[in-house]
């Protein structure tokens, strides 16, 4: 009997959930039964690898296809693309990457020079993987509706902003990006809990990342995140391969020949070695031949110091979180390697819980990510709402007087978040702002990551700390900074989206939190010194235009005891020592405490008499430098303009 297809009351156009992999790519969607699904190839395969081969003859091959010509033409197939997206064509790390060439033209990002095309971005390679995904969702669902697409945690700016061009690129619609390891949560369905703490250990092909997910209330967060970018099963493929190598009696072999055939072979054993105990393979190529046999003691000893590396970025993980192991209600496993039995068991006794195994880790974050884009797509929206919300891998600020860093949003601050600070002018007739936003633990701006800078000009001029500028910053739920500068008295105000034309890797990442822990005290101290001189110029200006405008309130005697104060803090504001320039600033105030008095009781009857109080109050309380005034006593100040550049 044959069976009516029964038609899909919710048919139409399907969401899908797109896990965007370094290694492999996954597509899934939710069924009609509100099951997620991943979609497979006419031969069953789910994995897409992340593989695009550009030839001579203009075709382009994507997956399992591109991968098998890998080998034979190693500069026109790119693998991997993932680590170079967002990241900059003068980026060091990428030139480290691949057998690639790179395009040597102009421009902010990394092309790379292939057959057929020309030179092609991170972006275009990245969006032929989106659009051979989308095709086998539209084989299999007909229609495709918007994607929810999964980033890593530590993803920047850039990086999230060069996938979604990606995915533009490829005519997809992104409902969201979403995190790798909160949509693994979510295909576990933790969502349906009300509280938690997770972790989640992703070992994929060259990656390790390790995430710290706090579900309170229904909402989840991203508390912290760690890894390793150059650490993953391929790592194993090559201890493994060195032994094949050896039993060839090719110890130290540069033969690219042989190195490929034995890291092949190698995880073709690996991947044997997960289900049985022992494995004896005969090698052949090239004339040589070997038998050789791996039991899994022996591979579990080899890859013990990969599992030791992923063990330090977990305790450093869990030590940012502020979140004991013992702690933890969960550890989700994701990745391919994950099925390692070795890492399965490494896992439990590192978190001291068996980790949750249930699902497919090749295919729980592609499920995650489907089950967001149901829910996005708003159909059934009888499940309840998740809120996700990530968190940032470094601190965002801006750079103030003195070039130390003001932080505006903390880093692991969940996302989307806000907050807005106000800054007033240094000096006075000030008509402009210059905003510099930085990236980074620093306490110095130079020493951070620039991510944008920006000029607010035609404020009208005002007397020093008159001018009321709020700046705004905006993460949105894609991660993507927004950045708004108003000035309250006038409603001036300018807008930046912040899209730095270059991205940073976890490890990169890493790099600067370890600078900013090891630099922690000097840090400390220049930032102290950096202050005390904006303080100290400050004051002598304010000093020098309290003689001028009052000069007939001061004795001869008393003019003589502040301009020695004064001379004495110049000295000191040209030296180096911190607390030196604040004794000095102390000194002096000292020294002009009944002069200000005097000018005091002269700006109330002045006001009194008419003029404005408010005003008067303003420009005498302590606005603090925070803004980027030029420096007065410093050598490249324009003398006739308060305008910023
Ligand atoms: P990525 O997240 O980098 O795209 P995947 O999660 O797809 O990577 O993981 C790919 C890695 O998983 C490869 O190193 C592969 O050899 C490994 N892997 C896949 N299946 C197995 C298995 N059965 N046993 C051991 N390792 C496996
Ligand atoms: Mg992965």
């Known amino acids: 009997m044959s069976l009516l297809q029964i038609s899909d009351p919710s048919s139409g156009p399907r969401p899908i959930g797109i896990d965007l992999g370094t290694t492999n790519s996954v597509v899934a969607y939710v069924s009609s039964l509100g099951e997620p699904l991943a979609i497979s190839d006419c031969d069953g395969v789910v994995l897409v690898p992340s593989v695009v081969h550009y030839a001579e003859d203009r075709t382009i091959a994507v997956g399992p296809r591109a991968k098998a010509l890998a080998l034979d033409h190693p500069e026109d197939t790119i693998v991997s693309v993932k680590r170079f997206m967002g990241r900059g064509a003068d980026d060091p790390e990428t030139r480290r990457m691949g057998p690639y060439r790179f395009a040597t033209s102009e421009g902010p990002v990394v092309r790379f020079r292939v057959a057929g095309r020309g030179e092609v971005t991170p972006v275009e390679v990245s969006a032929e993987i989106l659009r051979e995904l989308k095709d086998r969702a539209e084989d299999e669902l007909g229609q495709v509706g918007g994607a929810v697409i999964t980033v890593p945690a530590y993803f920047d700016d850039a990086q999230r902003q060069a996938t979604k061009d990606a995915a533009r690129l490829a005519g997809l619609e992104v409902l969201r990006l979403l995190n790798e390891p909160t949509a693994a949560a979510l295909a576990y369905g933790l969502d349906k809990k009300t509280n938690g703490t997770?972790?989640?250990?992703?070992?994929?092909?060259?990656?390790?990342?390790?995430?710290?997910?706090?579900?309170?209330?229904?909402?989840?967060?991203?508390?912290?995140?760690?890894?390793?970018?150059?650490?993953?099963?391929?790592?194993?493929?090559?201890?493994?391969?060195?032994?094949?190598?050896?039993?060839?009696?090719?110890?130290?072999?540069?033969?690219?020949?042989?190195?490929?055939?034995?890291?092949?072979?190698?995880?073709?054993?690996?991947?044997?070695?997960?289900?049985?105990?022992?494995?004896?393979?005969?090698?052949?190529?090239?004339?040589?031949?070997?038998?050789?046999?791996?039991?899994?003691?022996?591979?579990?000893?080899?890859?013990?110091?990969?599992?030791?590396?992923?063990?330090?970025?977990?305790?450093?993980?869990?030590?940012?979180?502020?979140?004991?192991?013992?702690?933890?209600?969960?550890?989700?496993?994701?990745?391919?390697s994950t099925r390692v039995p070795a890492v399965r068991r490494y896992v439990a006794q590192l978190f001291g819980r068996a980790p949750l195994t249930d699902l497919d880790p090749d295919l729980v974050v592609a499920m995650g990510a489907a089950l967001q884009a149901d829910m996005l797509a708003g159909a059934g929206s009888s499940k309840n709402d998740v809120l996700l919300l990530d968190v940032l891998p470094l601190s965002l600020g801006l750079e103030?007087?003195?070039?130390?860093?003001?932080?505006?949003?903390?880093?692991?601050?969940?996302?989307?978040?806000?907050?807005?600070?106000?800054?007033?002018?240094?000096?006075?007739?000030?008509?402009?702002?210059?905003?510099?936003?930085?990236?980074?633990?620093?306490?110095?701006?130079?020493?951070?990551?620039?991510?944008?800078?920006?000029?607010?000009?035609?404020?009208?001029?005002?007397?020093?700390?008159?001018?009321?500028?709020?700046?705004?910053?905006?993460?949105?739920?894609?991660?993507?900074?927004?950045?708004?500068?108003?000035?309250?008295?006038?409603?001036?105000?300018?807008?930046?989206?912040?899209?730095?034309?270059?991205?940073?890797?976890?490890?990169?990442?890493?790099?600067?939190?370890?600078?900013?822990?090891?630099?922690?005290?000097?840090?400390?101290?220049?930032?102290?010194?950096?202050?005390?001189?904006?303080?100290?110029?400050?004051?002598?200006?304010?000093?020098?235009?309290?003689?001028?405008?009052?000069?007939?309130?001061?004795?001869?005697?008393?003019?003589?005891?502040?301009?020695?104060?004064?001379?004495?803090?110049?000295?000191?504001?040209?030296?180096?020592?911190?607390?030196?320039?604040?004794?000095?600033?102390?000194?002096?105030?000292?020294?002009?405490?009944?002069?200000?008095?005097?000018?005091?009781?002269?700006?109330?009857?002045?006001?009194?008499?008419?003029?404005?109080?408010?005003?008067?109050?303003?420009?005498?309380?302590d606005a603090r430098g925070i803004e980027h005034a030029h420096d007065p006593l410093g050598p490249s100040a324009p003398a006739d303009s308060t305008e910023v550049e």
């Open 198 to 336: 997770f972790a989640v250990y992703d070992l994929g092909g060259g990656t390790f990342d390790v995430t710290i997910l706090v579900l309170d209330d229904g909402v989840f967060q991203v508390k912290s995140t760690g890894g390793d970018s150059q650490l993953g099963g391929d790592d194993m493929d090559r201890a493994l391969a060195s032994r094949i190598l050896t039993a060839l009696g090719l110890e130290g072999t540069s033969s690219p020949s042989f190195t490929r055939y034995a890291l092949d072979a190698a995880r073709a054993i690996k991947h044997a070695l997960t289900d049985h105990e022992t494995v004896t393979t005969d090698l052949s190529h090239e004339g040589r031949t070997a038998s050789f046999t791996v039991a899994r003691d022996d591979f579990d000893a080899l890859i013990q110091p990969l599992l030791q590396r992923t063990g330090v970025a977990c305790r450093r993980a869990l030590r940012d979180a502020g979140v004991e192991a013992s702690a933890l209600d969960g550890v989700i496993l994701v990745g391919g």
């Open 400 to 621: 103030a007087m003195g070039g130390v860093v003001e932080r505006i949003l903390p880093r692991n601050t969940p996302i989307p978040a806000a907050a807005a600070q106000v800054f007033t002018t240094y000096a006075d007739q000030q008509t402009g702002f210059e905003l510099h936003v930085v990236q980074g633990e620093r306490e110095l701006a130079a020493d951070c990551r620039s991510l944008a800078r920006f000029t607010l000009r035609g404020i009208p001029p005002m007397a020093a700390g008159l001018a009321r500028l709020e700046v705004r910053f905006d993460v949105d739920a894609d991660g993507i900074l927004h950045v708004t500068a108003k000035e309250r008295t006038t409603g001036l105000e300018q807008k930046v989206d912040v899209t730095p034309s270059y991205g940073l890797d976890d490890a990169t990442i890493e790099k600067m939190l370890e600078d900013a822990y090891e630099a922690g005290e000097s840090d400390i101290e220049k930032r102290s010194l950096a202050e005390q001189r904006v303080e100290a110029e400050r004051v002598i200006l304010a000093t020098e235009k309290a003689l001028s405008e009052d000069g007939d309130l001061v004795s001869a005697e008393e003019r003589a005891s502040i301009e020695l104060a004064t001379r004495r803090l110049r000295e000191a504001h040209a030296g180096t020592k911190h607390r030196v320039i604040a004794a000095r600033i102390e000194e002096l105030e000292h020294a002009t405490h009944e002069f200000a008095g005097r000018r005091m009781d002269r700006a109330i009857r002045g006001a009194l008499a008419g003029r404005d109080l408010v005003s008067v109050e303003e420009t005498t309380r």
